[in-house]
């Protein structure tokens, strides 16, 4: 028998793949993803903005309070899922109230060395939360973009080469090369307790490449 979070992860795969509409923003996507899987009528509960006080998590080392994303339940079985949605500037036609407006329905956000450390932040935080709870049975980081930078590994000399996210084994270490840089001093080095691989599947959106990778805590 599959185990809950085998089923949760094939149910988030389904839903990146069948979707058809261009999200505007993360939430958006965690909106649309929380009530697809509601919609399956397979779990026992779907909730959003799931808080955990950090205070509980050992070694927590954010300042930032913790809500996961989406949590799945199924008996006393629980799987969390955190989710990143990075993305360049995408202008389309949109319906609205029976008139066609041109808008921007995806916003150009950059800096991709901190979004790969925000990904691997929630591998981190995943971890920790399957370590404290004994019915989490494990969890999902979900990164979604249509930003090919992040499918592309940095040069081994770039301050963010350890956070790569690029196909492949990904080392435990999470450390900024420059400890003099912004980056390092506002975003705090850490490591994930493992090696991790990560592979990238893509599906068309309104012509549109959304490229996503989910790794399994």
Known sequence: MKSILATVKDDVIAFIESNSELFFNERDFQMHLAV?????????????EYYIPHSELDNYIWKNELRLDIVVRNGNEF?????????????????????????QVMKNQGAQDLGMYDFWKDVRRLEMVRNRFKNVTGGLAVFLTN?????????ETSNNYLFSMSSGIHTKQKHWQNMNSTCARTHINFEVEKDYEIEW?????????????IVEI
């Open 201 to 213: 599947r893509c599906n068309a959106v309104e012509n549109v490449d959304m490229n996503y990778c």
């Open 147 to 155: 930003d090919k930078a992040y499918l592309n590994a940095p040069k």
């Open 36 to 48: 697809y899987l509601r919609g399956l009528n397979k779990y026992d509960d779907v909730d959003v």
């Open 79 to 103: 799987v969390p899922i955190e989710l990143k949605y990075k993305t360049k500037a995408v202008e389309k036609r949109l319906p609205r109230f029976e008139e066609w407006l041109t808008v």
